[in-house]
């Protein structure tokens, strides 16, 4: 299982001109059916992943019963169950004892003015050295002005045994630089010994069809919201038509909403948000509401303060 994320070295060149928006909180309402509900409740296996991809632990999972995958972390950590030829799996894992395997960081120079040494075509590299540098590499090429001489950024990648067997790169780097679309980019490989752990998933059948998991999630999770204020009325209409952003952090009708839905158990949480499954003048919806601001400690998990985009 291998993990990719980009390094420090050289990220605001990589996210310049990022921005983000927050809200104080939102709320959103999606008229469904059975079949609506029961997708909105679920994830599907994923179809065209690789064998040796992350995703496709669960597949093996839910065709064999059971399934192992080894890396630094779960590769699939999902609350809600997996839809697979008309069925419904709720897939789990456990740590089942470590295994051998390897941190590999891979530097890359987008403006080397020459390149010394071996070089391999990004085409011909083995699955798992491909793996590792698409993300960087298929990205627009950052600005010239951006960069600096020397490694610009990286990426970092965890390796199991057989894909350091099937690697070039790693644990010994066997080329200097990688050219990829007629542009040749020096790289540095540093590669350190790193104890995996082996996870081994479980699947167990909670639904035999849509209309059988969307009758469940009726009976464990629906309800009316009913005797709304005319304020709490105008939140919930405004998001029947797409999300509704609350801007401001002192709205009463959105807070009292949030003390309704939270009185109910949600199809699937998160420290700041839940879905739900609710009944408004008389038809179903799939309600998502993000409490942002309106939970504090007083009230349960308090959303993380948001971190500003880099500058340009």
Do not use: K
């Not at 799996?89 to 010394?116: C, H, L, M, W």
């Not at 600005?143 to 350091?164: K, M």
């Not at 790169?169 to 350190?192: F, H, K, M, N």
């Not at 801007?247 to 739900?276: I, K, M, Q, W």
């Amino acid at each position: 299982m291998r993990r990719r994320t980009v390094l420090a070295l050289g990220l605001v060149a990589l996210l310049a001109g990022l921005s983000g928006c927050s809200a104080a909180g939102s709320i959103s309402l999606t008229p469904v059916d059975d079949r609506a509900l029961a997708e909105e409740a679920s994830r599907p296996v994923p179809a065209d992943a690789p064998p040796d991809a992350d995703e496709s632990v669960v597949r093996r999972a839910i065709e064999n019963g059971t399934a192992t995958a080894v890396g630094d972390y779960p590769p699939v950590e999902e609350q809600l169950p997996f839809r697979h030829d008309g069925r419904f799996y709720a897939v789990d894992y456990a740590e089942n004892g470590t295994a051998p395997g390897y941190d590999v960081g891979i530097r890359i120079d987008f403006n080397a003015s020459s390149v010394d040494g071996t070089v391999v075509d990004y085409d011909e590299l083995p699955a798992v050295d491909r793996e590792t540098l698409e993300f960087v590499l298929t990205q627009e090429p950052p600005d010239e002005e951006r960069l600096e001489p020397g490694y610009d950024f990286g990426v970092g990648a965890i390796y199991t045994e057989s894909d350091a067997e099937s690697s070039v790169l790693a644990p010994t780097q066997e080329y200097d630089a990688v050219r990829y679309e007629g542009e040749v980019y020096p790289i540095d490989v540093q590669t350190e010994r790193e104890t995996l752990t082996v996870y081994r998933y479980e699947a167990e059948l909670v639904a035999e069809s849509y209309e059988a998991y969307a009758e469940s999630l009726r009976a464990r999770h629906e309800f009316e919201l009913s005797d709304l204020s005319d304020a709490e009325r105008t939140v919930v209409e405004d998001a029947l038509n797409g999300t509704n952003y609350i801007e401001d952090s002192d709205n009463e009708a959105f807070d009292s909403l949030v003390d309704r839905f939270r009185a109910h158990e949600p199809v699937e949480e998160t420290d700041y948000g839940g879905s739900y499954v609710v009944r408004y003048d008389g038809r179903l919806y799939w309600a998502e509401v993000d409490y942002g601001s309106y939970v504090t400690d007083d009230g349960g998990p308090t959303r993380p303060e948001e971190t500003p985009p880099p500058e340009p």
